[in-house]
């Protein structure tokens, strides 16, 4: 089994709560990990054989844009989109906020962690 990762993708999105997170809009970073079963692109050196990167993040990028009120259902959207995109045994989707005004002190971050079977209910 292989397992591609692309880590701290960086958007501008209008995900939150309230009214105002969502017209403003932040800062967020997704990681994504795909696992598939085989690996045939190690032995021919053929992108058709691999997961193509850029596929990946165009299909983060498209369910980043569509605002929500809630990190889960974000990684939520984009689970489903790369199971739906490409043959995978196992995913992990995680969706951080960057710098969230929680009230108090500073925060570096609050994420959520969504893998295959957290959409098992489906």
């Known amino acids: ?3 591609i990762a692309l880590k701290d993708l960086r ?3 209008h995900h939150g ?3 105002e997170e969502r017209l403003i809009g932040t800062f967020f970073s997704v990681d994504v990990e ?3 079963h085989g690996c045939p692109a190690a032995f021919t050196d053929k992108l058709e054989d691999a997961v193509d990167y850029s596929r990946v993040y165009e299909l983060v990028s498209a369910e980043m844009s569509i605002p929500s009120r809630l990190l889960e259902h974000v990684a ?3 689970l489903r989109s790369l199971c739906r995109s490409f043959s995978l045994s196992d995913c992990r989707v995680k969706v951080s906020k960057l710098s969230p005004a929680l009230g108090g002190g500073e ?3 609050a994420s ?3 893998t295959m ?3 098992q209910h489906e």
């Open 1 to 3: 089994m292989a397992t």
């Open 11 to 13: 958007f501008y999105s």
């Open 17 to 19: 709560c309230f009214d």
């Open 34 to 36: 795909l696992s598939i």
């Open 76 to 78: 939520g959207r984009i």
């Open 107 to 109: 925060v570096g971050s």
């Open 112 to 114: 959520v962690t969504l």
């Open 117 to 119: 079977k957290d959409l």
